[in-house]
C-alpha cells in the first residue's frame, strides 16, 4: 500500500464550486505539505503544517484553505474555484527519522476548473 | 528574495553522461535535495547534500558549494528511462524551495 494517498486522483469541476482535495499518510510523520505544479513554475508551496495544531501559510496560499484533522490527514479546500486553479497538486510529508527531512509525494490530484 | 534557477531542457544519448546544474540565493540554507519526476507522476528523492563535495550514488552523484551557490546533478550511463524532469530544491529551514526543474530528454 502507497505511504501517501491522495483523492480525488483526477477532478473536473466549475468555476465557483467548492472542493476538498484529502491527503492521508501512513508514514507517521508529523510534517505534512500541499504544492501545487504548473508547467514552467515548478512546484510551489500553498500550505504545511509541522503537527495538529500548526497550520502555516505557504508561498501562494491565497484562494485556498486546509484542514489537518489529525496527524495522519491533512486536507486542501478551494472556497470557489476559478480557472487559474487549475493544476496539479501534490501532498508531501517528512518527519523524524527520515533521511534529512527527506519529503515524500503522493501521487498526485489532477484538478481542472472549468 | 528566493531565487533557484535550472536549465529548462536538456537532451542526452543513451549511454552518455549529462551534468544538470543548479544555482541558488535563498534566505536561507540548510541542505539541498535533487528530486526525479516522470511525467505525470509524483517527485522522488534522488540525493541531498548538506556539506561542500561530492555524494556518489550509483549512477547518480551530486555536488555542492555552498559558497558559490552552486550545485549540480551528474547522471552516468544514462539509460532511456532517465527521461524526466529533475528537481533542484533548497531546504530553507521550515520548508523546501524548489526550482521549476530541468526536462531531460534520453535518445537512443
Known amino acids: 500500500d502507497a505511504d501517501v494517498t491522495q483523492t480525488p486522483r483526477n477532478r473536473i469541476t466549475k468555476t465557483g464550486k467548492r472542493i476538498m482535495l484529502e491527503c492521508s499518510q501512513t508514514?507517521?510523520?508529523?510534517?505534512m505539505y500541499w504544492y501545487r505544479q504548473d508547467p514552467g513554475l515548478g512546484l510551489r508551496l500553498i500550505y504545511y503544517?509541522?503537527?495538529?495544531?500548526?497550520?502555516n501559510k505557504g508561498e501562494i496560499s491565497d484562494g485556498y484553505s486546509v484542514s489537518r484533522q489529525a496527524q495522519a490527514k491533512f486536507s486542501l479546500s478551494l472556497e470557489s474555484a476559478i480557472p487559474n486553479q487549475t493544476a496539479l497538486y501534490f501532498c508531501?510529508?517528512?518527519?523524524?527519522?527520515?533521511?534529512?527531512?527527506?519529503?515524500?509525494f503522493g501521487p498526485g490530484t489532477r484538478l481542472t476548473v472549468l | 528574495g528566493q531565487n533557484i534557477d535550472q536549465p529548462t531542457e536538456m537532451t542526452a544519448t543513451e549511454g552518455a553522461i549529462v551534468q544538470i546544474n543548479c544555482t541558488y540565493q535563498?534566505?536561507?540554507?540548510?541542505?539541498l535535495f535533487w528530486y526525479q519526476q516522470h511525467a505525470g507522476e509524483a517527485p522522488t528523492f534522488l540525493s541531498y547534500?548538506?556539506?561542500?563535495g561530492l555524494e556518489e550514488k550509483g549512477r547518480f552523484s551530486s555536488f555542492l558549494s555552498r559558497s558559490k551557490g552552486y550545485s549540480y546533478l551528474l547522471l552516468k550511463e544514462l539509460q532511456m528511462k532517465d527521461s524526466a524532469s529533475y528537481l533542484c530544491?533548497?531546504?530553507?529551514?521550515?520548508?523546501?524551495?524548489f526550482g521549476t526543474g530541468t526536462r531531460l530528454q534520453v535518445f537512443p
Open positions: 535563498t534566505s536561507g540554507f540548510n541542505g
Open positions: 503544517s509541522f503537527d495538529v495544531k500548526d497550520i
Open positions: 508514514k507517521g510523520h508529523d510534517r
Open positions: 530544491a533548497v531546504d530553507n529551514t521550515d520548508k523546501l524551495i
Open positions: 508531501a510529508t517528512s518527519g523524524p527519522g527520515t533521511r534529512e527531512d527527506t519529503q515524500y
Open positions: 547534500n548538506v556539506l561542500d
